[in-house]
């Protein structure tokens, strides 16, 4: 876990002992509340290929977040479609040089 600063403690303090009061109104409250069952229904079903290796990444990335692997997809695709999924920053390299390390070739 991220250590916190005096300020970040303070709140989380105040916050375990019932000190923080919401400023949301009733109607505010509900709005959210529809938007978070709005987000979660899942009404639609897609079928999509994938390469073994990359189902098999993205499974064992999965397990390693403790969810399951549909769960994994649809969440990658609803931060990409609403603009949260960013790319990780990377260390400038030379003109005409890749960032990404080639994939070494999956036999069987």
Known sequence: MPRIDAEEFEILDAYEKGQLKSVATKAEIAKFKAAARATAIKDRRVNIRLSSGDLND???????????????????????????????????????????????????
Do not use: C, D, F, N
Not at 73 to 84: D, E, F, Q
Not at 98 to 106: G, N, S
């Open 58 to 108: 993205i499974q064992v990335k999965a397990l390693e977040e403790g969810i399951p692997y549909q769960t994994l997809i649809a969440s990658v695709l609803h931060k990409y479609v609403t603009g949260r999924l960013t790319e990780p920053e990377t260390v400038a390299k030379p003109a005409g040089r890749t960032t990404a390390k080639p994939r070494p070739p999956k036999h069987g």
